[in-house]
């Protein structure tokens, strides 16, 4: 489910997420979305690197991003897949790093 917010961001963020939509095609939301949720993936890998395991590393997602900037047309069923998973991963990665948090406070 989504949720609108309003959220102020710098103007040079803006400009980059409006460079990313155009270039992939994708809405605004869509790019600042997919943005923190790469952020969120690499942030619990690198926090908890012994305890959070994710197929996403970085490498992996550089070089899916490669792949659709050469033949965007071809994998574009493909890649809508893969972003629904990284976004499953990236709210896995979230809950993970609230629980890890929420109990390191109770410790």
Known sequence: MLKRYQVLINDWLADYAKFISEKYDWSFSE????????????????????????RYTYKKLVGMMKRYQKAP???DESFKSELSKIYFEARKAAEFIIAQEKNRKRR
């Open 31 to 54: 790019a600042i979305r997919l943005t923190m949720c790469v952020s969120t993936i690499n942030w619990a890998a690198a926090l908890y690197p012994d305890k959070f395991r994710t």
């Open 73 to 75: 047309d071809m994998l």
